[in-house]
């Protein structure tokens, strides 16, 4: 398998939760679970992980070393088949040094904003226009209206934009 990025440009927002890739794609975590996986390529220590996200086609997992602290990514196949293993710097605020910028064109991005994220800015049908919208689908203009006006305060709280 290819993997299509730049390995340079990998970094991690510790406080909110987000990969950036290529300095403009933020990728929020679908799930957040500490497992061992796997032995730390620097000091031999073993690897934990803390946060999962989609990525193309991949599971990309952030692990930390538990001797050296090391962070690591690693990436997983669709059938969890392991693909790589690339180093992955810390950035303090995800908005200084990305875009911030969670791509929207693509359903499994909305779906990867944990859903009490998303519950406590917008109601229910604005979440489900929003949604419905990013599938091409047919939507209800003014729910999608209302979520957009709310936009901001998603982003201040949260630390990501949507554009949908």
């Given at each position: 398998?290819?993997?299509?990025?730049?390995?340079?440009?990998l970094?991690?927002?510790?406080p909110?939760?987000l990969?950036?890739?290529d300095?403009?794609?933020?990728?929020?975590p679908?799930?957040?679970?500490?497992?061992?996986?796997?032995?730390?390529?620097?000091?031999?220590?073993?690897?934990?992980?803390?946060t999962?996200?989609?990525?193309q086609?991949?599971?990309?997992?952030?692990c930390?070393?538990?001797?050296?602290?090391?962070?690591?990514?690693?990436?997983?196949?669709?059938?969890?088949?392991?693909?790589?293993?690339?180093?992955?710097?810390?950035?303090?605020?995800?908005?200084?040094?990305?875009?911030?910028?969670?791509?929207?064109?693509?359903?499994?991005?909305?779906?990867n904003?944990?859903?009490?994220k998303?519950?406590?800015?917008?109601?229910?049908?604005e979440?489900?226009?929003m949604?419905?919208?990013?599938?091409?689908?047919k939507?209800?203009?003014?729910?999608?209206?209302n979520?957009?006006k709310?936009?901001?305060?998603?982003?201040?709280?949260?630390?990501?934009?949507?554009?949908?």
């Open positions: 398998m290819n993997v299509s990025f730049d390995k340079s440009t970094r991690y927002s510790l909110n939760k990969l950036c890739i300095d403009n794609r933020l990728i929020p679908f799930e957040e679970e500490v497992n061992e996986m796997g032995v730390c390529s620097e000091c031999g220590g073993l690897l934990y992980s803390f999962y996200h989609n990525f086609d991949y599971k990309a997992v952030v930390r070393c538990g001797d050296c602290s090391l962070l690591r990514i690693i990436l997983f196949d669709p059938a969890w088949e392991w693909v790589g293993e690339y180093p992955v710097s810390i950035i303090e605020n995800a908005s200084q040094d990305c875009t911030n910028l969670v791509e929207s064109n693509s359903i499994s991005d909305i779906e904003i944990a859903a009490i998303l519950e406590a800015v917008f109601s229910s049908r979440i489900e226009a949604i419905q919208k990013s599938k091409g689908e939507y209800v203009r003014q729910y999608l209206y979520a957009r709310k936009y901001p305060r998603f982003n201040e709280l949260f630390g990501y934009y949507l554009e949908i």
